[in-house]
C-alpha cells in the first residue's frame, strides 16, 4: 500500500478534497491529509481525518508529537504529493520555495511525484505571474492537472479555473502510484 500526502488549500474547491481522501482511503492507500490555514475557512479537518482515518495536519503547532516534524516525516514517506485543489496563492509558494505553512514547508522537503490540480478564477489563472509559476513548476517536473477547460465558476463567471473532476484526480493519482 502507497502513501498518498494530500495537499489542500484555501479554495472554494477544497470540499472536493475529502472526495478525494474517501476514495484513494477506500482502495487501500494511507493517505495523509496537510491543509493550508486558509484550506480550512472551507473544509473541516474533522470531515478530512475521518475520511482519511488520519489526523489532518494544517499548522505547525500540530507538529509537537515526535522529534521529527511531521512536514518532514510525511515528505519522507510520501509515494506521491497530490494538491487538491492548488490556489494560486500555494502554486506562486511552490514555484519561489516560499514556506510559510505546513504544505509549503512539506513541498519543499518532498522528492516524491507531485501532482498538482489547480482551481481557480479564469483570470487568476490567466495572469502572468501564475503562467510564470506554471512554467517554472512545470520545468521543475511538477505535473500540472487542470483546470477544466470550460465551465461555471463559483464566483459567477464562465471559464478555464474550475478543479478538474474528481474521477480525473483519483485516475491521475493512481496511475503515479
Ligand atoms: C470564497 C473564496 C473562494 C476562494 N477561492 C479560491 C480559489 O478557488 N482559488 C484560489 O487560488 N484562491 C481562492 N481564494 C483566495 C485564497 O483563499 C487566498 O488566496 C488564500 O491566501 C490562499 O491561501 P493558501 O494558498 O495558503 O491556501 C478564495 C477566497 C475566498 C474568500
Redesign the pocket.
Given at each position: 500500500m502507497a502513501t498518498v500526502v494530500l495537499g489542500i488549500?484555501?479554495?472554494?474547491?477544497a470540499y472536493k478534497a475529502a472526495d478525494v481522501a474517501s476514495r484513494l482511503t477506500k482502495t487501500g492507500h494511507q493517505v495523509h491529509c496537510v491543509c493550508?490555514?486558509?484550506?480550512l475557512r472551507f473544509v473541516s479537518p474533522l470531515t478530512l481525518m475521518t475520511l482519511s482515518r488520519h489526523p489532518v495536519v494544517s499548522s505547525f503547532e500540530d507538529e509537537s508529537t515526535d522529534w521529527v516534524p511531521t512536514h518532514i516525516a510525511l515528505a519522507r514517506e510520501a509515494d506521491v504529493l497530490a494538491v487538491v485543489?492548488a490556489?494560486?496563492?500555494?502554486m506562486a509558494c511552490f514555484a519561489h520555495g516560499l514556506a510559510p505553512?505546513v504544505l509549503t514547508s512539506l513541498y519543499l522537503a518532498n522528492r516524491a511525484p507531485v501532482l498538482i490540480f489547480p482551481?481557480?478564477?479564469s483570470f487568476?489563472w490567466d495572469h502572468p505571474a501564475t503562467q510564470q509559476n506554471v512554467q517554472t513548476l512545470l520545468k521543475r517536473g511538477d505535473r500540472i492537472i487542470g483546470p477544466a477547460e470550460d465551465g461555471e465558476l463559483?464566483c459567477g463567471s464562465c471559464g478555464k479555473g474550475r478543479l478538474v473532476d474528481v474521477d480525473v484526480i483519483v485516475s491521475h493519482i493512481l496511475q503515479v502510484l
Amino acid at each position: 500500500m502507497a502513501t498518498v500526502v494530500l495537499g489542500i488549500c484555501g479554495s472554494i474547491a477544497a470540499y472536493k478534497a475529502a472526495d478525494v481522501a474517501s476514495r484513494l482511503t477506500k482502495t487501500g492507500h494511507q493517505v495523509h491529509c496537510v491543509c493550508t490555514p486558509n484550506a480550512l475557512r472551507f473544509v473541516s479537518p474533522l470531515t478530512l481525518m475521518t475520511l482519511s482515518r488520519h489526523p489532518v495536519v494544517s499548522s505547525f503547532e500540530d507538529e509537537s508529537t515526535d522529534w521529527v516534524p511531521t512536514h518532514i516525516a510525511l515528505a519522507r514517506e510520501a509515494d506521491v504529493l497530490a494538491v487538491v485543489p492548488a490556489s494560486a496563492h500555494s502554486m506562486a509558494c511552490f514555484a519561489h520555495g516560499l514556506a510559510p505553512n505546513v504544505l509549503t514547508s512539506l513541498y519543499l522537503a518532498n522528492r516524491a511525484p507531485v501532482l498538482i490540480f489547480p482551481a481557480m478564477n479564469s483570470f487568476m489563472w490567466d495572469h502572468p505571474a501564475t503562467q510564470q509559476n506554471v512554467q517554472t513548476l512545470l520545468k521543475r517536473g511538477d505535473r500540472i492537472i487542470g483546470p477544466a477547460e470550460d465551465g461555471e465558476l463559483a464566483c459567477g463567471s464562465c471559464g478555464k479555473g474550475r478543479l478538474v473532476d474528481v474521477d480525473v484526480i483519483v485516475s491521475h493519482i493512481l496511475q503515479v502510484l
